[in-house]
T-cell receptor, first 113, second 115 residues
Framework: AQSVTQLDSQVPVFEEAPVELRCNYS??????LFWYVQYPNQGLQLLLK??????LVKGINGFEAEFNKSQTSFHLRKPSVHISDTAEYFC???????????FGKGTKLSVKP | EAGVAQSPRYKIIEKRQSVAFWCNPI?????LYWYQQILGQGPKLLIQ????????DSQLPKDRFSAERLKGVDSTLKIQPAKLEDSAVYLC?????????????FGPGTRLTVL
């Protein structure tokens, strides 16, 4: 069975500071990894995905993530955050034959001026 | 390209009442998903359709929840009767295919409050 653990439920940070949102996964098969962002009262929007190849993945809005197979991690990073990055971020894994996503519980990023 | 549409956006009902949600996926997407997102948790898959057939409904509480996608396009999710613990956001998503790197596109969700 697959599972996703997001280690921080809330991350407060000041504007223009760097941020890292942590995600660990477990799976017995090869996986695809995703980060989604959810703004208040909206659906989920894909930030980035790891399918294969380079372990450093770049996404929208200046976010990037690094796949680390030995540590089973897929941490999300941004070197300088903006107020508009305030949202909830979900890490997800897909690896089954049916392709459905298993989500973590989410990390609420709060960017303060 | 139009996104995934859902209606209604908000619904308030009393326990033991019935409710139905509607989803229209992105044109050409064969796979449709319904997720339940309880406050403070990540989305949990309820049911997955490939065209008009069910691929996975292992986490659907079948005694009260039902879903259909009769013509392989639109889908409805019904709860009958509703319980307090059904209060959640119900998200519909679609993807071009159901395997591999299938990016899922999400609708805005329906927020259900059961009183």
């Amino acid at each position: 069975a697959q599972s996703v653990t997001q280690l921080d439920s809330q991350v407060p940070v000041f504007e223009e500071a760097p941020v890292e949102l942590r995600c660990n996964y477990s799976s017995s098969v090869s996986v695809y990894l995703f980060w989604y962002v959810q703004y208040p009262n909206q659906g989920l929007q894909l930030l980035l995905k790891y399918l294969s190849g380079s372990t450093l993945v770049k996404g929208i809005n200046g976010f990037e993530a690094e796949f680390n197979k030995s540590q089973t991690s897929f941490h999300l990073r941004k070197p300088s955050v903006h107020i508009s990055d305030t949202a909830e971020y979900f890490c997800a894994v897909s690896g089954g034959s049916q392709g459905n996503l298993i989500f973590g519980k989410g990390t609420k990023l709060s960017v303060k001026p | 390209e139009a996104g995934v549409a859902q209606s209604p956006r908000y619904k308030i009902i009393e326990k033991r009442q019935s409710v139905a949600f509607w989803c229209n996926p992105i044109s050409g997407h064969a796979t449709l998903y319904w997720y339940q997102q309880i406050l403070g948790q990540g989305p949990k898959l309820l049911i997955q359709f490939q065209n008009n057939g069910v691929v996975d409904d292992s986490q659907l509480p079948k005694d009260r929840f039902s879903a259909e996608r009769l013509k392989g396009v639109d889908s409805t999710l019904k709860i009958q009767p509703a319980k307090l613990e059904d209060s959640a956001v119900y998200l519909c998503a679609s993807s071009f295919r159901s395997w591999g790197n299938n990016e899922q596109f999400f609708g805005p969700g329906t927020r259900l409050t059961v009183l």
